[in-house]
């Protein structure tokens, strides 16, 4: 089993930056592909990000450009980068784990944590 526990989400003004990261334990890091997903108030959760093994990833078409992810297996840790943020990316974010290849998918998912807040102001 996987534990990962999301942290750095906060308040920020538009057009700043944040970062988050989420620590993993349990299992060796670089087992799992990691993705950050976020849901919205009133919204369902959606796909941010995802990094395969090998450090290779994407995003979804509404962050790139500005969210950027990458993780540290020494650190067994993942982050997301997260620039020019605007108002519409607040929400909760989630780091997860899975077992295989690159997934964009929540379904396939196979571990999750608990989340973080972000909330950016106008």
């Known amino acids: 089993q996987v534990q990962l526990v999301e942290s750095g989400g906060r308040l920020v003004q538009a057009g700043g930056s944040l970062r988050l990261s989420c620590a993993a334990s349990g299992r060796p890091f670089s087992d799992y592909v990691m993705g950050w997903f976020r849901q919205a108030p009133g919204k369902d959760r959606e796909f941010v990000a995802a990094i395969n093994r090998s450090g290779g990833g994407d995003s979804a078409d509404s962050v790139k450009g500005r969210f950027t992810i990458s993780r540290d297996n020494a650190k067994s840790t993942v982050y997301l980068q997260m620039n020019s943020l605007k108002p519409e990316d607040t929400a909760v974010y989630f780091c997860?784990?899975?077992?295989?290849?690159?997934?964009?998918?929540?379904?396939?998912?196979?571990?999750w944590g608990r989340g973080t807040q972000v909330t950016v102001s106008s």
């Open positions: 997860a784990a899975k077992f295989g290849g690159y997934s964009d998918s929540e379904e396939f998912y196979d571990y």
